[in-house]
């Protein structure tokens, strides 16, 4: 297991974690998901810098070698537990991965890093346990809707919710459009409830405005789990990723849960590389950039694609203006070569015109030197006289057909 560097700072509160997730050894190889998206491709352009991504969820734990950074993990608040309390430590886990996803840093001899690295965390804690299933009905939706409100009135601009439900919550909707309005971006679960080929609701997906996130195998297929529905814009990993634990390690995840922090982090990369794109312009570029899912087209499968944070950032990207059209110039007339040009064309038709004239001269000497000495010889006499005939010619009119008996002059 990595060990924390120096003393504790986020230990959770006395009296929490009775059952807690314990801890886990680290994991040195690079994760496939890593692999598949390569985030340190467009680290060069954008790492998130300066963008806050809450993450309502079971809390972060801020100790983890890889969230340690300054900064990194605010302490945030704990809607779970009566009282003012931090949300910077987790008791599942669950919420301390998703954070690690989006934003945890590299360190030497580990693989796994997060896609913005330079985001900060807002941990905002609504539950002790993240669901196995990323069903709402587990949860209060009124501690929901207070950790939404909560995050964006600290200017949160993206918003992870790892969490998915069949219901439509009056108090998340209008918590979500509260926050939309503070121009925050709502990256939600698909939910992992799916079992056969029917369609079923999700929320927070199905609000509007809300990017909802179906999940993938290392085979680029939908995880069988992952739900099917008009509200899956984007699919990302999901199945064996994986991401930080509690106390240092690393654990293995799979579910719709994990699929979205990819996606969080990802546009938390957009927003830093292109700061006046509202929440709804990030989501469409999102989207428009996303490459096509290996599993297939199918628009409620899969949504618009896998999401690419390369193609999100670079796309478009140009450090300098674009460089301006010259004007066309036309070069200045030469008068000297011109009127030389004119000369040597007026010389050659010249040339030409006299060579043509002594060669009609010369024909014609060639045909008096042939005809006039036999005129002379037959006195200037046709050479051949026409014969006569015998009777007069008769100009008779040509042959005719008569379809009828012809007149009496031509029987």
């Known amino acids: ?46 790492t998130g810098a300066g963008v806050l991504v809450a993450v309502i969820d079971s809390g972060v734990d801020a100790d983890h070698p890889q969230l340690r ?24 886990s669950h919420g301390t991965a998703v954070a690690g996803i989006i934003a945890a840093d590299s360190v030497s001899g580990v693989g796994f890093r997060g896609i913005a690295p330079g985001a ?8 002790d346990r993240g669901s196995t299933d990323g069903a709402t009905k587990e949860l209060d939706p009124l501690v929901v809707a207070q950790g939404i409100r909560y995050a964006a009135d600290r200017g949160a601009k993206v918003i992870n919710m790892s969490l998915a439900g069949i219901d439509d919550d009056r108090a998340i909707r209008t ?23 029917n369609l079923l609701p999700s929320y927070p997906a199905n609000y509007p405005g809300v990017l909802g996130v179906g999940a993938t195998d290392t085979a680029g297929v939908r995880l069988q ?64 950039t996303a490459l096509p899912a290996r599993g297939g087209s199918d628009r409620y499968s899969y949504g618009a694609g896998v999401v690419d944070p390369y193609r999100a950032v670079t796309e478009g990207l140009s ?34 015109t006299r060579v043509l004239g002594m060669f009609v001269v010369a024909l014609l000497g060639v045909l008096l030197a042939l005809v006039v000495p036999a005129a002379v010889k037959r006195r200037w006499r046709p050479a051949h006289a026409p014969s006569l005939a015998g009777e007069p010619l008769r100009d008779d009119p040509p042959d005719q057909l008569f379809l009828l008996p012809p007149p009496p002059a031509e029987r």
């Not at 950074?69 to 987790?90: C, I, S, Y």
């Not at 900060?120 to 539950?127: E, F, G, Y």
């Open 120 to 127: 900060r965390i807002l941990p905002v804690r609504v539950t």
């Open 175 to 197: 918590a979500i459009t509260y926050a939309q309005r503070k121009d925050a971006l709502i990256v939600a679960a698909a939910g992992n409830q799916q079992r056969d080929g």
């Open 225 to 288: 789990s992952s739900q099917i529905g008009k509200y899956v814009d984007l699919v990302a990993p999901g199945g064996g990723v994986l991401g930080l634990a509690r106390r240092g390690g690393h654990n293995y995840y799979s579910g719709t849960s994990f699929a979205v922090p990819f996606v969080a982090g990802t546009a938390a990369l957009v927003r830093a590389a292109w700061p006046k794109l509202t929440a709804q312009q990030v989501a469409q570029r999102l989207m428009a």
């Open 69 to 92: 950074g300054r900064g990194k993990v605010g302490t945030g608040e704990d809607f779970f537990q009566v009282g003012p309390l931090r949300a910077n430590f987790d008791c599942d």
């Open 319 to 352: 450090a300098e203006r674009p460089a301006a059209v010259p004007a066309m110039v036309h070069p200045p007339v030469d008068e000297a070569a011109v009127a030389k040009a004119t000369a040597e064309g007026h010389l050659m038709s010249q040339a030409w």
């Open 1 to 46: 297991m990595l060990a924390p560097a120096g003393a504790a700072v986020a230990k959770p509160p006395p009296g929490l974690c009775q059952n807690a997730d314990p801890a886990r050894p680290a994991i040195r190889d690079l994760p496939w998901a890593q692999q598949l998206l390569d985030p340190a491709q467009v680290w060069p352009y954008s």
